[in-house]
């Protein structure tokens, strides 16, 4: 299981179609600075159900959407769509019969978002449980931010164990655990 192709309609400052193939091994972004390398991230992280604005370095979760420029006009919705190769046949049961899978988030101006996968409407919960059951996520330890090595450093140990279960794959269990107690 490995990401294939992002691509991004109105998300922060990759207002037109953009679509980025993922090659096998390591891809490096570069570019000069306020390019949108790390919107870019950003865009992989929302699109794995990141729900805390400030990940996103925004106050609301509607600044994912363009805001217009001098000579551009802001936009009323973003996308991004992630395409999963699952020929390795990796990705969570439930997925077996498909070789791609396509998962696509939608923000609209005061209507929130909305999550297709393969084309079918689903909810953030099953998007983020995808992804958890896969061990990775909006919250991945494989997603380092700026500040993120002196944080973990001196995290409380509880904290430092949710970042090791989330590694281990198991958080999408406790996460089901804990809505089973809910009920
Ligand atoms: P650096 O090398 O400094 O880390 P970077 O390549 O990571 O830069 P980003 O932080 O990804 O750059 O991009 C910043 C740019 O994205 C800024 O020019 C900012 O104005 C623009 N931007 C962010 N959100 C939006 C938005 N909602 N609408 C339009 N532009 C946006
Ligand atoms: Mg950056």
């Known amino acids: 299981m490995r990401f294939d192709r992002l691509k991004l309609n109105g998300f922060k400052s990759f207002v037109d179609p953009t679509d980025l193939v993922i090659r096998e091994g390591l891809t490096g972004v570069v570019g000069p600075n306020g390019c949108g390398k790390s919107n870019l991230l950003e865009a992989l992280r929302w699109i794995m159900g990141e729900n805390r604005p400030t990940a996103m370095r925004g106050s609301g979760m509607e600044d994912v959407i363009f805001a217009g420029t001098s000579r551009r006009s802001a936009r009323g919705h973003a996308e991004v769509t992630l395409t999963i190769d699952n020929r390795d046949r990796l990705a969570p049961a ?23 996968i393969n084309g079918k409407e689903v909810r953030a919960r099953d998007v983020q449980m995808l992804f958890a059951d896969a061990s990775t996520g909006a919250h991945s330890p494989a997603l380092v931010r700026q500040g993120q090595i002196s944080e973990l450093i001196n995290a409380k140990p509880q904290n430092r164990r949710r970042i090791l279960e989330e590694a281990a794959g198991i958080s999408g269990l406790y996460q089901r655990r804990h809505e089973a107690e809910l009920k």
């Open 94 to 116: 439930g997925f077996n019969e498909d070789d791609h899978i396509d998962i696509v988030r939608r923000i609209t101006r005061d209507a929130g978002s909305a999550y297709k």
